[in-house]
């Protein structure tokens, strides 16, 4: 019997002959239970099987297709006569004893005998598993591309460079100010350009032909007349004979980055402008590194004047004065302490240049700037000659010295009659002498307290004010001080409960002077009739000493600068008090040469805590 499908003139034998040899996976199945009757190789590698499934019906040959829609289809096409088509369609096989997901293009075929009836179903097939997966993985990657252009805000293009078309995401006309536009033709985009900025694109283009890579900063007109710049980046695509063929790239919307760019152009003009009038010397220190940056007149202020000179650290090293090295380090440590300082880096020292050996007074003023984790990175700032006004602070300290040291004489012979006067005032009983000697006695060690401050900041500024240390109880001090205090602080209650001595190895006159300016300023602050309260807490590592009233409070922009020479907070709610401000400043002095840390806590209004601590004693408790 000749096979009805075959083609005529063939025999079977010659038809099966066909089917083997055929580029295609081919079987036929015969009957209602889908037989087996042939299958070619490429058919049984596709299944996984061997030949030995011949004869079987299909469900029985490959169990695995039970569940699947594939017997369903070849029933209807074997009822029917309908031929169906199937397109990317799955399996599951089983191959090698491994599940497998695989592709298909097939076509079902059904066989009609020559009388009319259908007598089976011819089964012709293409893998394609490899190109859907392949196609799958490229629509995936695209996907994730598109994704993330719009995630970066870019535009996308890709320009045949044959035809002249151009396909363009919706995000590049939104660049171009042309939104919900959904073609935009390449001549079209060239009109965009600011023509200015034309030939800038033009030479871009022409050399991206040749080079491969295409890539401009440009400004474009949006339909509004406003300027926009964007960036655009590309890559060339050449065919076999090295013709260029297709451009695709992005674009981008940098215009407020050009914006910021020109905006630090001007401000970095601007401070050069201002560092060059006020002859600052300017330096930026990698502190990770080590590596520094200066001006010119830096460089100048540590008379440095060979372009060779370059090594910066060295330099500094050098030129520094050995005897305020260690003020350095200490305003760059307090600097890069965050907490304490908020990076703020302030000093005072000299140097002696290091080829014209000229000695100047310098200021440094900085910022010390810290990554996430508050670790301190960089150092910038400004440094100036202040050479002029120290020597004329050191010779006014010198006269203000001066003038003390003649002054301390005849006010203590003051003092000496005052006292005097007002025992025998006491003894006469006359209540008018007594009120007023005492009065005069007061103001007479106001005047001594700001004649020894006076010469104890001259002391300071020279570098000549020395600690004489000694172990001492702090409690019995501060009873002390209070005592001497209260009688001229009448109007306001002093207190002081302390019990426990508390011993510290300090020099006990100067903190005795500290105690005293905190007490005095807390009087002088709050209202009479309120209470000054002293305190001593006993830490683990360090004693606290601190002074808390109830006064007009210190503001938090005050706050930073209340323990700086001279400072005095100017407000309405200072008017009429009297000071120098030169008390906090020899305090916050005098504990920094203990080794210790002096603050406040203070809200406007409620009173304030000024305190300083002390290192403890090694074998105290």
């Known amino acids: 019997m000749q096979n009805p499908n075959a083609a005529p003139g063939l025999t ?72 169906y088509y199937g397109y990317e369609s799955k399996v599951l096989l089983i191959r090698n004893g491994i599940g497998e997901r695989c592709y298909f293009n097939f076509v079902y075929q059904p066989i009609t005998e020559p009388t009319g009836p259908i007598s089976g179903v011819m089964v012709v097939a293409t893998e394609v598993t490899g190109q859907v997966i392949a196609r ?14 719009e995630a970066t805000g870019l535009g996308t293009w890709d320009l045949d460079l044959q035809a002249g078309n151009i396909i363009h995401s919706p995000r590049l006309a939104e660049i171009f100010g042309r939104t919900g536009k959904t073609r935009l033709r390449h001549t079209e985009l060239r009109d965009i350009v600011y023509p200015a900025d034309l030939h800038i694109v033009i030479k871009a283009f022409d050399k991206a032909l040749t080079s491969g890579v295409y890539f401009y900063e440009a400004r474009i007109i949006w339909p509004d007349g406003t300027l926009h710049w964007i960036r655009t980046t590309g890559k060339v695509i050449y065919d076999d004979n090295r013709q260029p063929v297709r451009m695709l790239g992005t674009l981008t919307d940098i215009t407020e980055q050009r914006h910021i760019l020109d905006a630090l152009k001007k401000s970095e003009e601007s401070f050069r402008l ?19 940056v200066w001006n010119a007149r830096h460089r100048e202020l540590f008379g440095v004047f060979d372009a060779a000179l370059i090594d910066y650290n060295l330099i500094f090293e050098t030129a520094v004065h050995p005897a305020d090295k260690i003020i350095i380090d200490k305003a760059f440590n307090r600097a890069c302490n965050k907490r304490l300082t908020n990076g703020d880096y302030d000093a005072h020292y000299r140097t002696v240049g290091v080829e014209d050996k000229k000695l100047r007074w310098i200021r440094a003023k900085g910022k010390v700037l810290f990554n996430d984790t508050n670790e301190p990175v960089r150092l910038i700032g400004a440094i100036v000659d202040i050479t002029e006004s120290k020597q004329n602070e050191l010779r006014k300290n010198d006269f203000i010295a001066m003038a003390s040291h003649e002054l301390k004489t005849p006010l203590t012979s003051i003092k000496a009659y005052v006292q005097l006067l007002l025992a025998k005032a006491k003894a006469s009983g006359d209540s008018f002498f007594i009120n007023a000697l005492e009065k005069s006695e007061s103001q007479v060690n106001k005047m001594t307290n700001l004649i020894y401050g006076f010469l104890d900041l001259a002391k300071l500024e020279s570098g000549k004010l020395k600690l004489s240390k000694s172990t001492f109880d702090v409690t019995i001090l501060i009873d002390e001080v209070v005592s001497e205090s209260r ?24 903190i005795g002077q500290v105690i005293s300016n905190f007490i005095n300023n807390a009087v002088k602050y709050s209202p009479k009739g309120t209470v000054v309260a002293v305190a001593v807490k006993d830490g683990q590592n360090e004693v606290r000493i601190e002074v808390r009233d109830k006064g007009i409070g210190i503001k938090p922009a005050d706050q930073q600068f209340i323990f700086q020479r001279f400072y005095r907070v ?3 709610s200072t008017k009429g008090f009297s000071g120098f401000g030169i008390g906090l400043y020899l305090s916050a002095e005098i504990i920094e040469l203990h080794n210790g840390t002096i603050g406040l806590e203070s809200k406007e209004a409620n009173g304030s805590t000024f305190y300083f601590t002390l290192p403890k004693m090694p074998d105290q408790d």
């Open 274 to 292: 201002a560092t060059n009038a006020a002859e600052l010397g300017t330096f930026d220190m990698d502190l990770i590194s080590r590596h520094s």
């Open 12 to 83: 079977n034998q010659s038809f099966h002959n066909l089917m083997a040899q055929a580029p295609v996976a081919i079987s036929m199945l015969r009957g209602p239970a889908l037989v087996i009757e042939s299958a070619n190789s490429i058919i049984l590698d596709v299944w996984g099987k061997t030949a030995a499934i011949i004869g079987k019906p299909l469900i029985e040959g490959l169990p695995e297709l039970k569940g699947q829609s594939f017997v369903d289809l070849l029933n209807n096409v074997y009822q029917t006569g309908q031929p």
């Open 136 to 149: 799958r993985q490229m629509e995936d990657a695209e996907e994730r591309l598109r994704l993330a252009t």
């Open 487 to 510: 009688p001229i602080s009448q109007g306001h209650e002093i207190t002081f409960d302390n019990l426990i001595p508390v011993n510290i190895n300090a020099d006990r006159e100067k």
């Open 570 to 572: 100017e407000d309405e």
